[in-house]
C-alpha cells in the first residue's frame, strides 16, 4: 500500500506543470535578442519542448545549449530537431524536471512555463547563477521579482505578449 502510494505521488510530481505550448519563431527571435546573446553565452531553455529556443541560439549565435523538458516525447522530438538543423554539435536535451537542473553553467536561461512554476525556481536561479548571467521569461514573471527589463510587444500572429529580462548581478 505505502509502495503504491509512493508510486502515484511520484507519477504525480513527474506530471508537467506547464503545457506544451511553442513559443512562434518570431518571438523566439525577439527572447534572443533580449538576452544580447553571443557565440561564448550557454543557453538554458528549462521546459524546452520541441527544442526551438536553444536550437535557434545555436544556429543564429553560435552559443552552446541545454534544454530540459519532464516530457520525454518533447525530448525525442528536440533531438530530432537539432539534428536537421544541423547544430546537435552544440546542443543538448535531457529529460528532467526543471526543478532540479543545476544551472550554474548557464549565461543566459530562458523560460516559457507558468507563474508558480517560475516562483519555485527563483531560490535555485538566485543562487546558482554567476554575475552577467541573463534570464529571459516569455509572458510569466518570476514571483516578486523584479524585473530589469519588461518588453511588451504583438507577435506575427497578432498576439499581445510580454517579454521579462531579470540580469544577475
Ligand atoms: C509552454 S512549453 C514551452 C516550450 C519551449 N520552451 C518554447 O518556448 O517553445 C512548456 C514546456 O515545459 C515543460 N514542462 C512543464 N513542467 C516542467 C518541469 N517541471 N520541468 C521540465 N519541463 C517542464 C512542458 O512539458 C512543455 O514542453
Same mark, same amino acid.
Given at each position: 500500500m505505502r509502495t503504491l502510494l509512493a508510486a502515484s505521488l511520484a507519477a504525480a510530481i513527474a506530471l508537467p506543470q506547464a503545457p506544451f505550448v511553442a513559443t512562434p519563431q518570431d518571438v523566439v527571435d525577439r527572447m534572443l535578442e533580449l538576452a544580447v546573446l553571443r557565440s561564448s553565452d550557454v543557453v538554458y531553455d528549462l521546459?524546452?519542448?520541441?527544442?526551438r529556443i536553444v536550437i535557434a541560439a545555436a544556429q543564429r549565435y553560435g552559443a552552446r545549449g541545454v534544454g530540459v523538458d519532464i516530457d520525454p516525447q518533447r525530448i525525442d522530438e528536440a533531438r530530432r530537431n537539432a539534428k536537421a538543423a544541423g547544430v546537435a554539435h552544440l546542443v543538448t536535451f535531457r529529460v528532467e524536471d526543471a526543478l532540479q537542473?543545476?544551472?550554474?553553467?548557464?549565461t543566459v536561461v530562458t523560460l516559457y512555463l507558468v507563474a508558480s512554476l517560475n516562483a519555485r525556481l527563483r531560490p535555485r536561479l538566485m543562487s546558482q547563477l554567476r554575475p552577467g548571467a541573463r534570464i529571459v521569461s516569455h509572458n510569466? =514573471?518570476?514571483?516578486?521579482?523584479? =524585473?530589469d527589463t519588461v518588453h511588451p510587444f504583438t507577435s506575427v500572429d497578432g498576439q499581445s505578449r510580454t517579454l521579462f529580462r531579470w540580469n544577475i548581478r
Open positions: 521546459g524546452c519542448g520541441d527544442g537542473t543545476d544551472v550554474s553553467e548557464a510569466f =514573471p518570476i514571483g516578486d521579482w523584479e =524585473p
